[in-house]
């Protein structure tokens, strides 16, 4: 890595998103690159979850990958996901790039410092950049509700990012906070792993897409060219926000409707939009159900439609159900960006149907405050998380623009135009 301190990019996440911009800012002809991580690993976010934990997109992978995302499965593991990591910070070198254990503090920019406007404050020091690009996504900080007597609480409470097995939890009586996926896999987990009950619960609707049929949807999407690698890249083109984005979302919702769980006599109605229209509007993914549906329906999953209103010393008061004692909670309740803790505020704004704070971009990852700042993984494709890969190459390629290092003929194969021109 560069010793210097004054990059023509600095890179901040050394996730999906990280990875490919920097292995793509590197083939276009931009060295300069440092990729700075606040963990010890390429993908770190995923060291620290729950055992049984896999990606809930499909072939969920990075371009100019060798052809090694052909090596697993269509969902990959925690464990697969990390080593799939790895083995594309080899092909690529990006050791020669990463700073581990780079804590960013603040970035700023000041326009008296042309040559390198941009400020990066770690606990590391600063480095001066010509370009910023953030990828740190929006589910990097855990969220966990203000509720009234948590601290009286007596029994074990932690959030899903600290959970990693059932080990801790046999014999107990457990309620999860939340039905999304992180609530479906860790309640199945305990039923299977020997709580002596197991309760979910939450108020609003829920799609739940059984596993093997969503794969078998996903499969014949993709031999329509609309799913995989390669359908990835045809659909990259369309811009969130947009009418023929919206119009392509309502395709995919009604392929996934006939697919979903019907759980309303338990609680969990489904949602007015479909699916993949409820996530682009709201960020509430739909579950991709490894069996969390059959044990509802068997009871061994209870699943309670209510608020809590107050912890008590042996569980949780709720405001239709009343007191319920249990041993331990977990609060499977969701991430936030966290940009507040580095990004200006000037940079970022609350969107209220997703009641987090993203960046102001132009849809397409470049910020409408500094065109010399991008942002990847707060906008949303087609295809949802699969199109990280694609943001880091597009983000990649429109630096390299600027900069003129790039050329056409520098582009992966599977790149034969810009990720954001149509095939049309």
């Given amino acids: 890595m560069n010793s210097d301190s004054r990059f023509d990019v600095v890179i901040i996440g050394a996730g999906f998103g990280g990875l490919a911009a920097t292995a793509a800012l590197r083939r276009y002809g931009v060295s300069n690159v440092v990729l700075l991580e606040g963990g010890q690993s390429y993908g770190n976010f995923w060291t620290t979850n729950y055992d049984r934990i896999s990606l809930h997109t499909a072939w969920h992978c990075l371009p100019d990958d060798g052809g090694d995302n052909d090596n697993y499965p269509m969902f990959k593991s925690r464990d697969e996901l990390l080593a799939y990591f790895l083995n594309y910070a080899n092909r690529h070198r990006l050791h020669e790039a990463t700073d581990f254990g780079t804590t960013v503090t603040n970035i700023n920019r000041s326009d008296v410092a042309a040559a390198y406007p941009w400020t990066v404050t770690s606990d590391k020091g600063e480095f001066h950049a010509k370009f910023v690009v953030v990828a740190t996504g929006y589910c990097r900080k855990p969220v966990s509700p203000q509720i009234e007597g948590k601290e009286t609480?007596?029994?074990?409470?932690?959030?899903?990012?600290?959970?990693?097995?059932?080990?801790?939890?046999?014999?107990?009586?457990?309620?999860?906070?939340?039905?999304?996926?992180?609530?479906?896999?860790?309640?199945?987990?305990?039923?299977?792993?020997?709580?002596?009950?197991?309760?979910?619960?939450?108020?609003?609707?829920?799609?739940?897409?059984?596993?093997?049929?969503?794969?078998?949807?996903?499969?014949?999407?993709?031999?329509?060219?609309?799913?995989?690698?390669?359908?990835?890249?045809?659909?990259?083109?369309?811009?969130?926000?947009?009418?023929?984005?919206?119009?392509?979302?309502?395709?995919?919702?009604?392929?996934?409707?006939?697919?979903?769980?019907?759980?309303?006599?338990?609680?969990?109605?489904?949602?007015?939009?479909?699916?993949?229209?409820?996530?682009?509007?709201?960020?509430?993914?739909?579950?991709?159900?490894?069996?969390?549906?059959?044990?509802?329906?068997?009871?061994?999953?209870?699943?309670?439609?209510?608020?809590?209103?107050?912890?008590?010393?042996?569980?949780v008061r709720m405001t239709a159900n009343g007191e319920r004692e249990f041993d331990a909670i977990v609060l499977a309740t969701g991430f936030a960006s966290g940009l507040e803790e580095f990004v200006p505020s000037a940079l970022t704004e609350v969107v209220p149907s997703h009641g987090n704070l993203f960046p102001k971009t132009d849809g397409r990852c470049q910020s409408v405050v500094h065109d010399d700042l991008y942002f990847i993984g707060f906008d949303q494709a087609l295809m949802s998380g699969q199109a990280l890969g694609l943001w880091g190459f597009e983000v990649a390629e429109k630096i390299a623009v600027q900069i003129g290092a790039f050329s056409a003929e520098m582009r992966p194969e599977e790149f034969t135009r810009a990720p954001w021109e149509s095939a049309v």
């Fill in 153 to 315: 609480y007596a029994g074990d409470l932690c959030h899903s990012k600290a959970y990693r097995n059932a080990e801790p939890y046999v014999g107990k009586r457990v309620l999860v906070v939340g039905t999304g996926n992180s609530g479906a896999e860790i309640t199945t987990d305990l039923v299977e792993g020997g709580a002596a009950s197991v309760a979910m619960v939450g108020y609003g609707p829920r799609w739940y897409l059984p596993i093997t049929k969503f794969s078998e949807l996903l499969n014949q999407a993709r031999d329509m060219g609309a799913a995989g690698p390669a359908g990835v890249i045809n659909l990259h083109a369309f811009t969130p926000g947009t009418p023929a984005f919206d119009e392509q979302l309502l395709g995919f919702d009604e392929m996934a409707v006939p697919l979903a769980e019907d759980l309303s006599e338990f609680g969990l109605e489904h949602p007015v939009d479909g699916p993949f229209t409820e996530f682009n509007r709201t960020h509430r993914v739909p579950v991709i159900d490894h069996g969390a549906a059959a044990l509802i329906r068997s009871g061994q999953i209870e699943v309670i439609k209510d608020r809590i209103d107050a912890f008590t010393n042996n569980g």
